[in-house]
């Protein structure tokens, strides 16, 4: 191989054109522990909370305690080539994410790394994981409704855009479901939406990217997985990096719905990385912080003014419960920094209604203001009719001699809680929710017999959307129940009756 003379002089004389003499300088220090993902270093004496701090291996790390002479290191990775004497440099960056466009439709780790296979993610931005929270004068009161498609959530316990908004209950009650079903109601609302998993196993996740796939969700969905084979800082990490992913799309008016799945995983991933880095323990041995941890998260939900990007953020985290005890330290303090809370009971989700909403104990401390004026009408007479129902089942079961007037409520009950049971992944539109309802509480279902209320209202939807297409269209438009909706309401109800008598 020879070398060209012209060759040597222009390699020189780029050399000399890119030639600077500047000095850089950067604050190195050395390993003195390693182990269970948690590093302990010395010489870093200008390190700030949060910071990355980078291994000699490539590895990452975010800087926790800053003590006097040492600095503890939660590893965001693998710690087996990190020795005791390995050098660490401070970056000067605090943890960020690639945010934007181009992660929609992705699945990434906690540090936003594709891990779906689908090659790289080239990302035009970055945000911080850890955000102040929008301020009182930025926000602006919750007004358009979420709808999730789930017709005992929307009439009873409805979510506005800009919400926070509980998800609680026993494991395997059908938490997770609620979530995925109101991401994939949000097909052409306008509405992205981020899945965090905390903790979760990998075939669990696998299972809802597939849902979501066969459903069409992906193509405005990203999904944020902390496995339960993942890091402590990993999980610790990832609801922040869903939530940073989220606010991107805020600050640019658009509307975002993140699902945190599950928070409890969540809060027992900081007490893991508490306890390594030698911090006092409180109650359940959880840290004094673990309320703040929570707080700061979920106060970055939001529906912001104009002004300031015109967007939101509505969250829906989940917390599962041992027994159904919401009094333990974890549900108590995520149910007193949200607005309002869904909980599902395990006695009903056995007894097969599902979803297994318990009327009583949830609530909606917002999202009442959202609700469309035709729902509105209608579900201040369901959720008192329901309830009274709940009521009068515990006593009719003792006795057996009741009079008419009982015997009428126990019945409309029972229709209501047929009315109110929904298969997974098919969420309802509003109007079509509005047509059942109505017709269950004014006792139109009355002559129908309870076993057949389901096969009826499958085939009253399709009346409706075949042969009374303007009850939908009037609902859609209006938002409101007019004198003339409702007449349409009650021919629409009386002619499939009598069809699905001939059918049956």
Same mark, same amino acid.
């Given at each position: 191989?020879?070398?060209?003379?012209?060759?040597?002089?222009?390699?020189?004389?780029?050399?000399?054109?890119?030639?600077?003499?500047?000095?850089?300088?950067?604050?190195?220090?050395?390993?003195?522990?390693?182990?269970?993902?948690?590093?302990?270093?010395?010489?870093?004496?200008?390190?700030?909370?949060?910071?990355?701090?980078?291994?000699?291996?490539?590895?990452?790390?975010?800087?926790?305690?800053?003590?006097?002479?040492?600095?503890?290191?939660?590893?965001?990775?693998?710690?087996?080539?990190?020795?005791?004497? /390995?050098?660490?440099?401070?970056?000067?960056?605090?943890?960020?994410?690639?945010?934007?466009?181009?992660?929609?439709?992705?699945? !990434?780790?906690?540090?936003?790394?594709? &891990?779906?296979?689908?090659?790289?993610?080239?990302?035009?931005?970055?945000?911080?994981?850890?955000?102040?929270?929008?301020?009182?004068?930025?926000?602006?009161?919750?007004?358009?409704?979420?709808?999730?498609?789930?017709?005992?959530?929307?009439?009873?316990?409805?979510?506005?855009?800009?919400?926070?908004?509980?998800?609680?209950?026993?494991?395997?009650?059908?938490?997770?479901?609620?979530?995925? #079903?109101?991401?994939?109601?949000?097909?052409?609302?306008?509405?992205?939406?981020?899945? !965090?998993?905390?903790?979760?196993?990998? /075939?669990?996740?696998?299972?809802?990217?597939?849902?979501?796939?066969?459903?069409?969700?992906?193509?405005?969905?990203?999904?944020?997985?902390?496995?339960?084979?993942?890091?402590?800082?990993?999980?610790?990490?990832?609801?922040?990096?869903?939530?940073?992913?989220?606010?991107?799309?805020?600050?640019?008016?658009?509307?975002?719905?993140?699902?945190?799945?599950?928070?409890?995983?969540?809060?027992?991933?900081?007490?893991?990385?508490?306890?390594?880095?030698?911090?006092?323990?409180?109650?359940?041995?959880?840290?004094?912080?673990?309320?703040?941890?929570?707080?700061?998260?979920?106060?970055?939900?939001?529906?912001?003014?104009?002004?300031?990007?015109?967007?939101?953020?509505?969250?829906?985290?989940? &917390?599962?419960?041992?027994?159904?005890?919401?009094?333990?330290?974890?549900?108590?303090?995520?149910?007193?920094?949200?607005?309002?809370?869904?909980?599902?009971?395990?006695?009903?989700?056995? /007894?097969?209604?599902?979803?297994?909403?318990?009327?009583?104990?949830?609530?909606?401390?917002?999202?009442?203001?959202?609700?469309?004026?035709?729902?509105?009408?209608?579900?201040?007479?369901?959720?008192?009719?329901?309830?009274?129902?709940?009521?009068?089942?515990?006593?009719?079961?003792?006795?057996? #001699?009741?009079?008419?007037?009982?015997?009428?409520?126990?019945?409309?009950?029972?229709?209501?809680?047929?009315?109110?049971?929904?298969?997974?992944?098919?969420?309802?539109?509003?109007?079509?929710?509005?047509? &059942?309802?109505?017709?269950?509480?004014? #006792?139109?279902?009355?002559?129908?017999?309870?076993?057949?209320?389901?096969?009826?209202?499958?085939?009253?939807?399709?009346?409706?959307?075949?042969?009374?297409?303007?009850?939908?269209?009037?609902?859609?438009?209006?938002?409101?129940?007019?004198?003339?909706?409702?007449?349409?309401?009650?021919?629409?109800?009386?002619? /499939?009756?009598?069809?699905?008598?001939?059918?049956?």
């Amino acid at each position: 191989m020879q070398l060209k003379s012209d060759e040597i002089a222009g390699i020189i004389k780029r050399q000399i054109k890119n030639y600077s003499d500047k000095t850089v300088e950067t604050e190195t220090g050395h390993v003195i522990e390693v182990g269970d993902g948690i590093a302990k270093a010395t010489g870093l004496e200008n390190c700030m909370s949060n910071e990355l701090i980078e291994f000699e291996n490539g590895e990452m790390a975010m800087a926790m305690n800053l003590d006097e002479e040492t600095v503890s290191l939660c590893v965001l990775g693998s710690d087996k080539g990190i020795r005791e004497g /390995s050098t660490v440099k401070r970056t000067g960056r605090v943890v960020e994410v690639g945010v934007g466009e181009e992660l929609i439709g992705r699945v !990434v780790d906690a540090l936003g790394k594709p &891990i779906d296979g689908k090659g790289d993610i080239n990302t035009s931005h970055t945000r911080p994981i850890e955000c102040k929270a929008p301020g009182i004068i930025e926000r602006k009161a919750v007004s358009v409704p979420l709808q999730t498609g789930i017709k005992a959530i929307d009439s009873m316990i409805p979510i506005g855009r800009g919400q926070r908004e509980l998800i609680i209950g026993d494991r395997q009650t059908g938490k997770t479901v609620i979530a995925t #079903d109101t991401i994939i109601n949000q097909r052409g609302q306008g509405v992205i939406c981020i899945y !965090v998993a905390i903790g979760q196993k990998s /075939s669990t996740v696998a299972n809802i990217v597939d849902t979501f796939e066969k459903n069409g969700a992906m193509d405005y969905t990203i999904v944020v997985s902390a496995t339960a084979s993942d890091s402590a800082p990993l999980q610790y990490i990832a609801p922040y990096s869903g939530c940073a992913m989220a606010e991107y799309f805020m600050y640019q008016g658009k509307d975002v719905l993140i699902v945190y799945d599950d928070l409890s995983k969540h809060a027992v991933a900081y007490r893991a990385m508490s306890l390594l880095i030698r911090r006092p323990p409180g109650r359940e041995a959880y840290p004094g912080d673990v309320f703040y941890l929570h707080s700061r998260l979920l106060e970055r939900a939001a529906r912001i003014s104009p002004e300031a990007g015109g967007g939101s953020i509505t969250a829906l985290p989940i &917390i599962e419960t041992q027994e159904g005890d919401v009094s333990a330290y974890i549900p108590t303090n995520v149910i007193s920094i949200t607005d309002g809370q869904i909980f599902l009971e395990t006695e009903l989700f056995h /007894s097969g209604v599902m979803p297994a909403v318990n009327p009583g104990i949830s609530v909606s401390r917002v999202g009442g203001n959202a609700q469309i004026k035709a729902m509105k009408k209608i579900s201040s007479t369901l959720k008192l009719m329901y309830s009274q129902y709940r009521e009068l089942a515990s006593f009719a079961q003792f006795g057996s #001699d009741l009079d008419d007037d009982t015997k009428t409520r126990l019945a409309q009950g029972e229709r209501i809680v047929e009315i109110l049971k929904q298969d997974r992944n098919k969420p309802v539109p509003v109007e079509l929710q509005v047509v &059942i309802i109505y017709a269950c509480v004014n #006792d139109l279902l009355m002559d129908v017999d309870v076993e057949k209320i389901a096969g009826f209202e499958e085939f009253l939807f399709e009346n409706v959307r075949n042969n009374y297409a303007d009850i939908i269209k009037n609902i859609s438009e209006t938002k409101e129940l007019s004198k003339e909706t409702e007449e349409r309401i009650k021919e629409a109800v009386s002619d /499939s009756k009598k069809k699905f008598a001939a059918v049956r």
